[in-house]
């Protein structure tokens, strides 16, 4: 069974940083396309980023760019979401996401939650101003 584990939450103050990480468990993350998304409460889970299948690509919604870097380590099986310049609009509950797509998928990502087949429990993020 595959696993995704999201760890590095927790309470900041505005201008302060986080280190998101999400352990897979079950399956090697190599030709996995993997995304962050988040949910505040009374919202819908929106797309954060993403890294493609093969690591060769990053995406971000544009409200982060600049702030947010999201990155990949094969030898951890684990991807990871730097937070830099935290605003409270980020207070939010952060879920990692994983689809693998299969060897020789290419360079594959996805920034629609329904593209993806596997999912973490959360983190919280509560940035207060």
């Known amino acids: 069974q595959v696993q995704l584990v999201e760890s590095g939450g927790g309470l900041v103050q505005a201008g302060d940083s986080l280190r998101l990480s999400c352990t897979v468990s079950?399956?090697?993350?190599?030709?996995?396309?993997m995304g962050w998304f988040r949910q505040a409460p009374g919202k819908d889970r929106d797309f954060v980023a993403a890294v493609s299948s093969n690591g060769a690509e990053v995406r971000y919604i544009d409200v982060v760019k600049g702030r947010f870097t999201v990155s990949r380590d094969s030898a951890r099986n684990a991807m990871f979401l730097q937070m830099n310049s935290l605003k409270p609009e980020d207070t939010a509950v952060y879920y990692c996401?994983?689809?693998?797509?299969?060897?020789?998928?290419?360079?594959?990502?996805?920034?629609?939650?329904?593209?993806?087949?596997?999912w973490g429990q959360g983190t919280q993020v509560t940035v207060s101003s």
């Open positions: 996401a994983a689809f693998p797509v299969g060897y020789g998928g290419g360079s594959a990502f996805y920034t629609r939650r329904n593209d993806y087949t596997y």
């Open positions: 079950g399956r090697s993350i190599s030709d996995t396309a």
